[in-house]
Nanobody, 127 residues
């Protein structure tokens, strides 16, 4: 059973940067494959929203609110997903989750049928 483990969250001041990581565990290396992986976030009292996704070909998609500030990437050799976040603002404060699916279809920030989810890592941005 694949497990996703996020790390890299923390508290920063507005304008700062963080890099989130999501490592996959519990798989047989030769069989590990994810079609679509992404980052989602949920702030208190708000619905979970898609932040960025990347498919197995490396194509990416971002929410308008983070375009130009966040970069999603993956290291296939390490089976790790990253989210580089810059120019952070208080509006980016949320619990951030990584997600992955082996199923095909549209790899989109609006997709919700990811089969694997991490436990989340908190990002807090103070003004």
């Amino acid at each position: 059973q694949v497990q996703l483990v996020e790390s890299g969250g923390g508290s920063v001041q507005a304008g700062g940067s963080l890099r989130l990581s999501c490592a996959a565990h519990g798989y047989t290396h030769s069989t590990y494959y994810m079609y679509c992986m992404g980052w989602f976030r949920q702030a208190p009292g708000k619905e979970r929203e898609g932040v960025a996704v990347i498919d197995s070909d490396g194509s990416t998609s971002y929410a308008d609110s983070v375009k130009g500030r966040f970069t999603i990437s993956q290291d296939n050799a390490k089976n790790t997903l990253y989210l580089e976040m810059t120019s952070l603002g208080p509006e980016d404060t949320a619990m951030y989750y990584c997600a992955a699916t082996q199923r095909g279809g549209l790899c989109s920030i609006r997709r919700r049928d990811f089969g694997y989810w991490g436990q989340g890592t908190q990002v807090t941005v103070s003004s």
